[in-house]
């Protein structure tokens, strides 16, 4: 298979498998850890206005969905691709990144949550996913 298609594949592989695992884990979240009393997390605009009943807890599915998410997709994406599997981990972590970055900016969270997620859960796991992979 031509190098440039297959790792057009990996990187559209990475991010489907990454999505879906971390929608998985937001999806169970709610019954492992139950929101707080009075919680609407149903919508964007129910969780704006219960984000101040969150407790720390309340936050670790979302950082772990967004970091297996990642690690997962990083992964698959530097298994598939025929080349430069660092660059494509890393890629498909960028990307995840930028969505990191786009629901902080719509759903408000702690300080502290945003810089944990932000720093921790994108591209260290890319890196991770890349040398799980069997880095060169």
Not at 98 to 107: D, H, P, S, T, Y
Not at 110 to 116: A, R, S
Request: aromatic content about 8%; hydrophobic content about 55%.
């Amino acid at each position: 298979m031509n190098p440039i298609v297959r790792n057009i594949l990996a990187v559209l592989a990475g991010l489907v498998v990454g999505s879906i695992v971390n929608m998985s884990i937001i999806m169970i979240s709610g019954s492992i850890i139950p929101p707080p009393e009075g919680a609407d997390i149903t919508t964007v605009e129910g969780l704006k206005a219960s984000m101040h009943l969150f407790e720390p807890i309340n936050f670790l599915f979302p950082f772990l969905a967004h970091a297996i998410g990642t690690l997962v997709g990083a992964f698959a994406a530097a298994l598939i691709a025929a080349n430069n599997k660092m660059r494509i981990a890393i890629g498909v972590s960028a990307f995840f990144l930028i969505g990191g970055i786009a629901n902080v900016c719509m759903l408000p969270s702690p300080t502290w949550f945003t810089l944990v997620d932000l720093i921790g859960a994108y591209i260290p796991m890319g890196y991770l996913g890349w040398k799980l992979a069997g880095s060169k």
